[in-house]
């Protein structure tokens, strides 16, 4: 089963306004770690923002925040006052448990940003 | 910038050759991860090594092998290259091995012909 499930294949965006990239996980840990990055088309990983199980605070990093809901599964990325620098493929991940460190990624959100 | 290196950027090589590809971590940290970008298998988590040892293990196929040095820079060997083992490779590191984020480098292309 997909741990990391992104629906939303690709996204268009006017620019200077807010988008929300889904992300849904599936694990039964109570401990896990929610990651989100960004891949521009120069193919480098760019750590955007993390949400802790246990936090119960939604993430903030400048114009991203993380809508967490923890009973529906869900970390959903807001990117506010979008720039034509975002366009970027996105990628949802998660860390489970307190013993396991590798990173489960989502198929990623491509997202479009026009003047 | 992550502060992660990776060389080299771009690999071409032809099938069943035997490759090696470069990861220095940032300053400070001890732990190394490698995944794999492919169009068909997204990103796929391949090895973990943690101060020298080997952490975790994926995905990671029989003909590939990897190590973390004294100097905490790791190697990963891909031998007896397939076509479908092209794709982008990607070394990670963070602090520690659990909770701390992990912090990409610019990845080594790889292209089998």
């Known amino acids: 089963a997909q741990k990391i499930t992104q629906t939303q294949p690709g996204m268009f965006v006017q620019e200077k306004e807010a988008v929300t990239l889904d992300c849904t996980y599936d694990?039964?840990?109570?401990?896990?770690?929610l990651f989100w990055y960004k891949q521009p088309s120069s193919g480098e990983m760019i750590f955007l923002i993390y949400?802790?199980?246990?936090?119960?605070q939604n993430a903030t990093e400048g114009r991203y925040s993380l809508n967490f809901q923890k009973a529906r599964k869900s970390a959903n990325l807001v990117i506010s006052a979008s720039q034509l620098g975002d366009s970027a493929m996105y990628f949802c991940?998660?860390?489970?448990?307190?013993?396991?460190?590798?990173?489960?990624f989502g198929a990623g959100t491509t997202v479009t940003v026009r003047a | 910038d992550s502060g992660v290196t990776q060389t080299p950027k771009h690999l071409i090589t032809a099938t069943g050759q035997r490759v090696t590809l470069r990861c220095s971590p940032r300053?400070?940290?001890?732990?190394v991860y490698w995944y794999q970008q492919s169009l068909d298998q997204g990103l796929q988590f391949l090895i973990q090594?943690?101060?020298?040892?080997?952490?975790a293990k994926g995905n990671i196929l029989e003909r590939f092998s990897a190590q973390q040095f004294p100097d905490l820079h790791s190697e990963l060997n891909l031998s007896s290259l397939e076509l479908g083992d092209s794709a982008l490779y990607f070394c990670?590191?963070?602090?520690?091995?659990?909770?701390?984020?992990?912090?990409f480098g610019p990845g080594t292309r790889l292209t089998v012909l």
């Open positions: 694990t039964s840990d109570q401990s896990y770690g």
């Open positions: 949400q802790g199980s246990y936090d119960e």
């Open positions: 300053s400070g940290d001890l732990s």
């Open positions: 991940a998660m860390r489970e448990g307190d013993n396991d460190y590798k990173l489960s």
């Open positions: 090594y943690y101060n020298g040892e080997e952490r």
């Open positions: 990670a590191s963070s602090v520690g091995s659990g909770i701390d984020t992990q912090y």
